[in-house]
C-alpha cells in the first residue's frame, strides 16, 4: 500500500493570490512596531524637550506594551465579532492619531497617554494581520507570507535606527512619529481593498475572562519587570511598597499565576458548556501545540535577554553610546530579518522539529561563541560572526513556530492564534530581560565580593563604604565618580576598578553561558513539534511534504455493497 495521495490537478497561477494584503500587513507592523523603537532612539531629544528623566520614557514604552498585552484576547474576539477589515481601520487611524499626539506632547503625561492608548489599539491590529494572512493565503504563499511578518519587526528596528536616530540629530525626534502619522494614513487607504473577513455576529464577548486576563497579565508584567529593581526576595529602596520587608515583584508573580490558572479553569468551563469564550483552546488543542507554544516562548525569553545583554556589554565594558551601539547591532537585526524572510524555502525539504531543533542549537552555539570571545573591542571579526549567527537561528525559530502553530488550527482561530502570538511575545520578552537583568546583577555582586577579597589593595573599609548588594553595572568611570574619595589612595582605586571591570565581563559572560543551555533545552520541547505543516496539506501534499514524514494509519475496509 502506497503511502502518498493522490495531487488533485490545480493551477499554480490560479492559487497565487495578490500581494497586497501582505503590503498592507507587513506596512502595519512596521507603523507599530517603528513607533516603540524610535521612543527609544529619541530618548535624549525627549527628555531635553519635554524636561522629564530618561525613566518617563521607560515608563510610557511599558505602559504601550502593557496595554496591549492585556488586551490583546479581547481584541481578537472585537474584531471577530464586529469585523476584522473594520476594526482593523479604525485600530489603524486611532494608533496614528496617537503618534500624532506623541509627536505634538507637550508633557510626560501627554506622551504617556498617547503611548498607552497606542498600546491598546495595537492589540486590535495584532490579531486582524494574522486574519489577513490565513484568509489571504496558504501553503507557500502564507510561510512566505508569515515569515515577512516576522521579518517587519527587526526590519522596523533598523529603520527606526537610520531615520528616527538621523531625525532626533538634525531636524528633531518629532518628526519621526509625524512620518507614522503619515504611514497610518496611507495603510488605512490601502485596507479599503482588502476584502471583508466574514464576520461572527452572534458571537458573545466573554468579559469575565477577558478581565481575569488582563488581571494576569498585568500582574505578571510589573512582577517581572520590578525584580531587577525592586528586588528578587527582599524589597530594595525603589521598592513602591514592602509586605513584611518583601519585595513586590514575586508577591505579584504569584497572584499573577494564580489568575491565569483561574482565567484556564474558567475557559475549560466555557469550552465544556460550549459557550463563547475570550480565547479558544483549540489553538492548544494537542501536545504538538503546547510544544510550539514552549518554543517559541523559550526563544523569545533568549533573544529578548540576548538583546538585553549584548547592548549592556557594549555600553558598559565598550563604553559606546546608545547610537553606536545601535549600529553596532547592524548585523544582528539583519540576520534576524533575513533567517525570517527565507526560512519558508526550508518548509518543503525538512520537518518543523528538525528545523527547529537546529535553529536552536544554532543559537545555543552562537551565545557560547560570544560568551567566550567578547572582550573590550568589538571590531574582532568573530564576535560579528557570533551575532550573525544568532539572528539567524532566532528568526528562523520566531517564524517557524508562528506559521507551525497558524497552520494546525481551522482559519476561523486565526485571530485567535495571532492574540496568542502576541501574548506569548511579550509576556516571554519581559520576563527575559527582566530575569537575565536580576542574574547578571546577582552574579556582579557574587564576582565582586570574591574579587575585592582576593585583592588586598582592596581594603575591609572601602568594602563597607560601598554596598556590594547594591552593585550594578557601571563603566569604569562611572565607578571611579561612585567611589570618589572613599578610596584611601590611587592604587586601591586603580585596584577596585580592575575588580569591576573583571567582575562585569564574567558577570555577563556566565549570563549568556546561561541562556546558551537554555537553548540546549528549548530542543526537548521542539522534538515534540509536527512532523509537517498540517495547514499544507489538503491540495499540494505531494509537493510540500515528503511521503517519509506522514504515517498513514491503516483503516479496515468499509462494509457494504460494491460500488
Known amino acids: 500500500m502506497s503511502n502518498t495521495l493522490p495531487t488533485a490537478p490545480t493551477s499554480t497561477a490560479a492559487q497565487r493570490a495578490s500581494w497586497l494584503p501582505l503590503i498592507v500587513v507587513v506596512l502595519t507592523q512596521i507603523q507599530a512596531s517603528f513607533a516603540v523603537n524610535a521612543l527609544t532612539v529619541s530618548m535624549q531629544g525627549i527628555t531635553s524637550d519635554l524636561d522629564t528623566p530618561a525613566t518617563s520614557v521607560g515608563t510610557a514604552i511599558t505602559a504601550g506594551t502593557f496595554s496591549m498585552a492585556a488586551f490583546i484576547l479581547l481584541g481578537a474576539k472585537v474584531g471577530a465579532r464586529f469585523g476584522t477589515r473594520k476594526v482593523f481601520q479604525i485600530a489603524v487611524g486611532i494608533h496614528a492619531a496617537a503618534m500624532a499626539c506623541v509627536a505634538l ?15 491598546a489599539v495595537i492589540a486590535l491590529i495584532a490579531p486582524a494581520l494574522t486574519v489577513f494572512i490565513a484568509t489571504n493565503y496558504k501553503d507557500e504563499q502564507q ?7 516576522a521579518a517587519a519587526i527587526p526590519a522596523a528596528g533598523v529603520l527606526a535606527l537610520l531615520i528616527a536616530g538621523t531625525f532626533a540629530t538634525t531636524i528633531g525626534w518629532r518628526y519621526s512619529f509625524g512620518l507614522m502619522v503619515l504611514l497610518g494614513a496611507v495603510n488605512l487607504l490601502l485596507s479599503f481593498r482588502l476584502k471583508d473577513v466574514p464576520t461572527q455576529p452572534n458571537l458573545k464577548i466573554d468579559w469575565t475572562g477577558a478581565i481575569t486576563a488582563a488581571i494576569a497579565i498585568i500582574l505578571l508584567s510589573f512582577g517581572f519587570s520590578g525584580l531587577s529593581t525592586w528586588g528578587v526576595w527582599f524589597a ?15 508577591i505579584l508573580i504569584l497572584l499573577g499565576l494564580i489568575a491565569g490558572q483561574l482565567f484556564f479553569k474558567w475557559i475549560r468551563r466555557r469550552q465544556d458548556a460550549k459557550r463563547s469564550r475570550i480565547f479558544d483552546l483549540r489553538v492548544l488543542a494537542s501536545s504538538s501545540e503546547l510544544a510550539v507554544t514552549a518554543c517559541m516562548g523559550l526563544m523569545l525569553f533568549v533573544g529578548t535577554a540576548a538583546n538585553f545583554l549584548i547592548p549592556l556589554y557594549m555600553q558598559m565594558v565598550q563604553g559606546l553610546s546608545g547610537i553606536e551601539t545601535s549600529f553596532s547591532i547592524i548585523p544582528y537585526t539583519l540576520s534576524i530579518f533575513l533567517a525570517s524572510t527565507f526560512v519558508a524555502f526550508l518548509y518543503p525539504k525538512f520537518p518543523p522539529r528538525t528545523i527547529a531543533q537546529a535553529g536552536f542549537v544554532v543559537v545555543a552555539g552562537a551565545l557560547v561563541l560570544l560568551a567566550f570571545t567578547i572582550r573590550n573591542d568589538w ?5 560579528v560572526l557570533g551575532l550573525i549567527l544568532l539572528g539567524l537561528g532566532q528568526g528562523a525559530i520566531v517564524a517557524l513556530v508562528f506559521n507551525t502553530l497558524l497552520s ?13 502570538r502576541g501574548l506569548v511575545h511579550n509576556l516571554s520578552g519581559s520576563v527575559g530581560i527582566a530575569v537575565a537583568s536580576a542574574f547578571a546583577v546577582g552574579m556582579l555582586a557574587s564576582l565582586i565580593a570574591s574579587g575585592a577579597a582576593a585583592h ?7 568594602i563597607s563604604k560601598v554596598n556590594i548588594s547594591d552593585a550594578n553595572f557601571m563603566t569604569n568611570e562611572q565607578l571611579e565618580a561612585t567611589i570618589g574619595d572613599r578610596a584611601g589612595s590611587p592604587a586601591e582605586l586603580a585596584a577596585a576598578i580592575e575588580v569591576n571591570a573583571e567582575a562585569r565581563l564574567r558577570a555577563l559572560q556566565y549570563s549568556l553561558l546561561g541562556l546558551a543551555g537554555l537553548a540546549l533545552l528549548a530542543i526537548v520541547p521542539a522534538g515534540g513539534m509536527p512532523g509537517r505543516m498540517r495547514g499544507t496539506c489538503p491540495n499540494n501534499l505531494n509537493r510540500m511534504i515528503p511521503t517519509r514524514w506522514i504515517r498513514t494509519p491503516w483503516t479496515p475496509p468499509r462494509k457494504g455493497p460494491e460500488q
Open 105 to 119: 506632547s507637550l508633557s510626560p503625561a501627554m506622551l504617556f497617554i498617547a503611548q498607552a492608548s497606542s498600546g
Open 143 to 149: 510561510a512566505r507570507a508569515i515569515g515577512l511578518l
Open 236 to 250: 530594595t529602596d525603589q521598592a513602591p511598597f514592602d509586605i513584611v520587608g518583601l519585595s513586590p515583584a514575586p
Open 379 to 383: 571590531g574582532q571579526i568573530i564576535v
Open 408 to 420: 494546525a488550527v481551522p482559519k476561523h482561530l486565526a485571530g485567535d492564534v495571532g492574540a496568542w
Open 456 to 462: 588586598p589593595e582592596v581594603s575591609d573599609d572601602l
